[in-house]
């Protein structure tokens, strides 16, 4: 696989001030081709970007902007969508299921005192992985956009739980096995390094901190064992990939190849 930390900070430096921006560009798919520059980008939200980051954004071309959040997080915190780009609100998990990625919204948590709340809600991204990879009308709308052979933007509000099991798809569809699966998955902890700490300092004036702080890590920091649990769910009900994706979305091989000639080079 090709070692994409390197582009850190310097592949798309310009749009350094949206979390955990990079693009799958690079990688070497199962026939030996590498997926093409600049054809899926996947990051945080696009919200209260400078006139810079836009400017930079919109030079990227992309055409189809994704989503991934929910109703309710969208509103609270709208994207900027490119000039030329097609905007597809498609949220990976139900309204009223509560991921945790506002820090407004963990603060309350916490203020609550709720610890069966707080338990509750510490167990619902991990069980959410073996979920998400499902039969789930974000991701398949993503595969509609991938037979055009047009540019893909997909994001999340951190870009990496729901955004990380949409790069995982697209990754098992070219061919890849579990380590560059795993390989990008974990590159959000690189990524989002600084902005961990950045909410991390948003926590450290609550009277509790030293007590939530292993809470608060749980709910910004990326762990391999969360993207192993939706590999293996895959493989725990199917015994092939084009098995899982023509049950889990109707995608026969010839439409997965038809992705290789218009992605990989």
Not at 7 to 27: P, S
Not at 136 to 145: E, L, T, V
Not at 213 to 239: D, G, Q
Request: glycine residues 6%.
């Amino acid at each position: 696989m090709y070692f994409k930390t390197a582009d850190y900070k310097t592949k798309y430096a310009d749009m350094m001030q949206v979390d955990n921006f990079r693009d799958l560009g690079g990688i070497v798919v199962d026939d030996g081709r590498k997926i093409k520059d600049g054809m899926f980008f996947r990051c945080g939200k696009l919200f209260d970007l400078t006139d810079q980051t836009k400017d930079a954004l919109q030079k990227l071309n992309v055409k189809h902007v994704f989503d991934l959040r929910t109703n309710e997080e969208a509103e609270h915190e709208p994207d900027f969508v490119p000039q030329g780009a097609t905007y597809h609100l498609a949220p990976v998990v139900p309204d009223g299921v509560r991921v945790m990625v506002r820090v407004d919204e963990i603060k309350k948590l916490i203020r609550s005192f709720s610890i069966r709340e707080g338990i509750k809600m510490g167990r619902t991204m991990p069980n959410l992985y073996t979920k998400m990879p499902f039969g789930n009308s974000a991701y398949q709308q993503i595969f509609d956009a991938m037979d055009t052979g047009e540019s893909i933007l997909f994001h999340c509000t951190a870009g990496k739980d729901r955004t990380g099991v949409a790069s995982m798809l697209i990754l098992l569809a070219f061919g890849l096995d579990y380590q560059a699966i795993r390989d990008d998955y974990m590159l959000s902890e690189t990524y989002r390094k600084e902005a961990n700490l950045r909410l991390a300092e948003e926590f450290k004036d609550m009277a509790l901190y030293p007590i939530i702080k292993p809470f608060v890590y749980k709910c910004i920091r990326c762990k391999e064992k969360y993207i192993k649990r939706s590999y293996n769910e895959i493989f725990k009900r199917y015994k092939t990939v084009e098995e899982f994706f023509l049950k889990e979305y109707g995608v026969d091989k010839q439409r997965i190849q038809r992705w290789k000639d218009l992605y990989t080079e």
